[in-house]
């Protein structure tokens, strides 16, 4: 019930309006549809409250109602308002071409990632995959911040205050999130403000490395590389942290310029 009580509405706040977003959010890849029962359950809300806002929902397009079962899936208008963030987003306007050719020229992933509160979610990932087989992250996924390289250079990127409120979620979302996790999650840090960078991994064959993108008047971004199928090794994430932190600081003259 923890999330209920963020629905208090401040002087500017809509009650209404909050709870049917915290409904859309509770659908997550991997579960189809959802009955108001369970609805209830991952958002803390009250379940005569769910069974109003499901049928508002529903008759603005936002969920179809499954009736054969009783429950709900999201709706097409929700994917169009993820490829509306894409296609006008001007920092993937201006990211998107050099990603693809970094990908190219190094033979390496690169993703561009942001927060949505304590998960990191791809807003662009370019997959250089000889091996179609394996594992593929697309836009829009989302990944654990602090268990990741992306995440992990985006809480780099923060004020003080910002990343201790989210060290504060991890300790409390899970039993994961012990001292050892916390104190990784700082290592990582430190190695981000002294070589620029931070490698992480997290997945077996799996080694990614990220860095923060900082610039002004724009929310913080983390920018990674990564290559699968391989032994995780210090020089090679060394290696491509050098990659990584000189295409960021293209990226960075980029988004800074005219």
């Known amino acids: 019930m923890a999330l209920a009580r963020q629905y208090a509405g401040g002087a500017n706040g809509n009650r209404s309006l909050e709870r049917g977003i915290e409904i859309l959010r509770a659908f997550r890849p991997g ?20 069974s109003r806002l499901t049928k508002t929902l529903v008759a603005f397009g936002m969920l179809d109602e499954v009736r054969t079962e009783r ?27 050099l990603m693809r050719a970094e990908s190219t020229r190094r033979r390496l992933n690169v993703g561009l990632a942001t927060a949505d509160r304590a998960m990191m979610v791809y807003l662009e990932s370019i997959r250089y995959n000889p091996r179609p087989t394996l594992r593929s992250i697309v836009a829009g996924q989302q990944v654990p911040m602090e268990l990741t390289s992306l995440g992990r250079a985006y809480l780099a990127g923060l004020s003080d205050g910002e990343r201790d409120r989210l060290l504060v979620k991890f300790r409390r979302r899970n039993a994961a999130a012990t001292k050892t996790l916390i104190a990784e999650v700082q290592k990582s840090i430190r190695s981000v403000r002294r070589d620029g960078y931070c490698a992480v991994s997290w997945q077996p064959g799996v080694l990614a490395v990220a860095t923060p993108i900082v610039i002004q008047g724009l929310p913080v971004y983390a920018l990674n590389m990564s290559v699968q199928d391989i032994e995780p090794t210090e020089a090679l994430g060394a290696e491509i942290g050098s990659y990584l932190v000189a295409f960021a600081a293209r990226c960075k003259g980029a988004l800074s310029g005219p």
């Open 31 to 50: 579960v189809d549809t959802l009955g108001n029962g369970e609805i209830a359950e991952r958002t803390g809300l009250p379940r005569s409250t769910v």
């Open 71 to 97: 429950t709900y899936r999201l709706a097409a208008a929700v994917l169009s308002l993820g490829h509306a963030v894409r296609m006008g987003s001007p920092v993937l306007k201006v990211l998107g071409p």
